[in-house]
């Protein structure tokens, strides 16, 4: 079993900040990329950042130089660091984990369970 937990998020005014965690456990041989969603009421859940094994990040063009996303592998956790929050950015943040699984090296994909972040204006 691979269980995937997040922790972090809340209220904060617009131009604050949050940090979200995310950590991985169970039978994981390695985690390829790790990623960071969110969907707002009535949207699409989309795709805000990832980041690979060896750190390479990409981020969609509604975060870039706000959020920060980054891993520590021997740990299996990631993180997004998350800056000039705005009202738009409101939403259930979740983590995406693609574990290899130590059993059998088939690659697996995990989610958090979801927090929660509210930007009021």
């Known amino acids: 079993q691979v269980q995937v937990v997040q922790s972090g998020g809340g209220l904060v005014q617009a131009g604050g900040s949050l940090r979200l965690s995310c950590a991985a456990s169970?039978?994981?041989?390695?985690?390829?990329?790790m990623d960071w969603y969110r969907q707002a009421p009535g949207k699409q859940r989309e795709l805000v950042a990832t980041?690979?094994?060896?750190?390479?990040?990409n981020y969609a063009d509604s975060v870039k130089g706000r959020f920060t996303i980054s891993r520590d592998n021997a740990k299996n956790t990631v993180s997004l660091q998350m800056s000039s929050l705005k009202p738009e950015d409101t939403a259930v943040y979740y983590c995406?984990?693609?574990?290899?699984?130590?059993?059998?090296?088939?690659?697996?994909?995990?989610w958090g369970q979801g927090t929660q972040v509210t930007v009021s204006s």
């Open positions: 995406y984990a693609h574990v290899l699984r130590s059993e059998n090296g088939v690659q697996y994909g995990y």
């Open positions: 980041i690979t094994s060896g750190g390479s990040t």
């Open positions: 169970g039978r994981i041989s390695s985690i390829n990329d």
